[in-house]
Structures are given as C-alpha cells and as structure tokens.
C-alpha cells in the first residue's frame, strides 16, 4: 500500500516550456551578447516576442533534438542542459581559429572558463568571422553511449578530437557551468527576484522573467483536488525537483497548492547546490542520483551525509510512489527501490511511453491526475 508520494514538479505538474525557453536564450545571449563572447550583439536583446523565443529555441536545441537526446541519457536539470550545449558550441568555435590561434586556445583550456575568460574569448573572437553550427552536438554526441553526468566528460574528449588539447575543465561544474546557470536564472525570474534567488545582480539587466508565466499540465483546481484526495486517505506529500526554491514554492504557492505539503518535504535544487558544496565531492546529487527524492521523503533538515549514506534499496521502498517524467526519475526511483509512475506531459510526450515501458516503470500515466486511478 502507498504510504508517500513523491512528486516531480517540471513536466508533471507544471509545464517545462518556459524553461526550456530560457534555456534556449541562455545559450544565444552567451554566444551573442557584447557581455559575453560578442558574437553577433545585434542579434541580442532582453525581449522577445513568442514567435522569436521559438525560433531561437528551435535552432539552439535543433528543433528540441538536443533535448531529447539529453533527456533520453538520464539528464534532467536544465542548467546541465545548458552547459553542455553551450560548451559544445564553444569548442566548435574555437575549431574555427585553431590554427592561428592555437597557444592561446591552449591557454584557455588550461583553467576554468570565466568572465574574464570569456572576455578575453571576446576579443580574439571579435578578430575572425565565425559561423555557428548547433547541428554538430547531434553529431558529436549521438554515436557515444555515456548516461547521466558521464555526457560532461564526452566534451573533454572532443576537446582532445578537434583541438588537439588534453583538459579536464569540461568534466566538472565549474565557473562556465556558473555562468550559465545564473544567466538561465535572470531569463527566468527576472530582474526583480534575481537578487534572492541568486544573490548577485543581473549581469545584463532588462529580462522581465517568465516566473509570472508558469502553465499548468492540468487545471489547478483538479490538482489541488488530488492533493486533497490523497491526504485525506492519509498518504503524505512531497515534492523532488531540479527546480530552485523559488521557482517552486511560488507558483505552488500562487495556485493554491503548498498548503497541502510540509515545506521541509519539498526538496529543490537549492538544497541539492548547498549539498554539493558541502560535501565537496565529485559524485553530482541531481538527478538520476536519488539525493533529491531522499531529501524529500526525510525532510530538507536532514544533513546531507546523511542522505548520501543512506542504504538503498530502502526496506520500505513499496511503500513509496514517485511521479516523474523522464528517465532520470526513473531511474532515482528504482535506485531506492521504490514505485515509478511515469507521466506522459513531459517534453517528449507520448513517445516516452516506450522509455518508460522498456526501462520497467510500474505506471505510465497520460496525465497525473491519473495517479488518483492508483491509490
């Protein structure tokens, strides 16, 4: 019998589209924008209209290929996402003036890849006329088989393939994976809430946010009705995301629907950074890595060696149903032994089905309203 229930946020109960977006015009304004590497500033600015933002996304992410493909390998976080499109990208750029410019290439690729780097990238890159090809991620990554956080070491090795320079800066999350995910943040939350969801200013100023644009994958009364419903049969709550906290208990918030959870069993990205940082270890604690979900289901006052030394497959993992819509949920779920419903309103909708089933998930669920049909 059900005793929890722990739920996804992105792709189940909100829509992942905005993110998506952002994430999309993340990659443009870094490789466009004078504040960063100054490709093509004129082809950057802070507002957009729909039909722009889908074309920016539609060639960044090559009609959501690149999504896909990094969805269908267990990565679920965004800025994950982000980083490696970016880096990819970077690298064919650098391809571009290799031959002049191979001792400080070099350089480059022997430390972190700053703001400061990025600045001096500018410059050199100001000198040559480059082309942009977002195709050749598809190409660099589809006939390679590594899973998860494995894909950041995959760019260590194209380094080494079309640059001829060995490095390991790739392979971790450093000051390039920073930069990303604070420009992501400004895209998403706006200049109003940058500040207190980041603790820095907007770089560049002038984003509005898509915080206040959140869209729900069912309407919000019949959530908050399952809410209800499933606390009412004495089942507890809680929610596993890649999302910040901010981006989480707002809109939850806002659509009536925190009320019906604890909030130290709503486990965000914020914990799962804070964690990291702590522990100081190479081992990422996103998902697939169960981290997020265990945090969740012990309550985000739990110290974070706890967390990771927790035995798994947990004794009473039956007892827990985790709704996710991708693999990488998946997989944390069947890492701590517990059931899986996957929920096909993720970005690859119906297709997931077959993911879902060939991987072993209890359910596949058309929407999680239909969770209800379980407990």
């Known amino acids: 019998m059900v005793k929890t229930i722990l739920f996804d946020v992105d792709g189940v109960l909100l829509s992942e589209e905005r993110y998506f977006d952002a994430s999309g015009l993340t990659v443009w304004e870094i490789i466009h924008s004078d504040h960063y590497l100054g490709l093509a500033p ?4 802070t507002v957009y209209r729909d039909e722009e933002i889908n074309r920016i996304r539609e060639q960044v992410f090559v009609q959501d290929e690149v999504l896909k493909l990094l969805k269908s390998r267990g990565l679920n976080a965004n800025w994950d996402m982000i980083y490696l499109t970016l880096s990819d990208q970077l690298i064919h750029l650098l391809t571009q003036i290799k031959e002049d410019e191979a001792d400080q290439i070099e350089k480059w690729l022997a430390a972190e890849i700053n703001y400061d780097t990025i600045a001096e990238m500018k410059a050199v890159f100001s000198k040559y006329e480059l082309t942009l090809d977002f195709t050749m991620f ?13 894909l950041l070491k995959v760019l260590d090795n194209i380094v080494f393939d079309k640059l001829g320079v060995k490095t390991d800066i790739f392979s971790r999350k450093g000051a390039l994976w920073s930069v990303g995910e604070h420009a992501s943040q400004e895209w998403y939350v706006g200049d109003k809430y940058i500040l207190s969801s980041t603790g820095k ?26 809410f209800s419903n499933i606390r009412s049969k004495g089942i507890a709550l809680g929610v596993g995301t890649g999302r910040p906290q901010l981006e989480t208990f707002g809109p939850f ?15 965000t990205a914020d914990e799962v950074l804070k964690a990291e940082t702590e522990l100081q270890s190479d081992l990422p ?4 890595n169960p981290f997020t979900y265990l ?21 009473n993992g039956k007892d827990i149903l985790i709704v996710g819509d991708s693999l990488a949920d998946l997989l944390a779920a069947q890492k701590m032994g517990c059931l899986f419903a996957g929920i096909l309103t993720g970005l690859s909708g119906q297709e997931a089905r077959a993911e879902f089933e060939e991987h072993g998930a209890d359910y596949i669920l058309d929407s999680v309203l239909d969770v209800q049909t379980i407990i």
């Open 42 to 45: 004129d082809q950057f600015k």
């Open 138 to 150: 598809l190409e660099d990554f589809k006939h390679t088989t590594e899973t998860k956080q494995g």
């Open 253 to 267: 918030k806002a659509l009536g629907w925190l009320e019906f959870f604890q909030e130290n069993h709503i486990a």
């Open 285 to 288: 604690l996103a998902k697939p």
């Open 295 to 315: 945090l969740s289901l012990k309550g985000t006052e739990t110290s974070a060696q706890e967390i990771v030394h927790t035995e798994l497959p947990l004794k």
């Open 201 to 226: 200013p907007s770089v560049q100023p002038g984003k509005k946010g898509f915080l206040e644009e959140e869209i729900p994958l069912a309407k919000p009364e019949e959530i908050k009705a399952l």
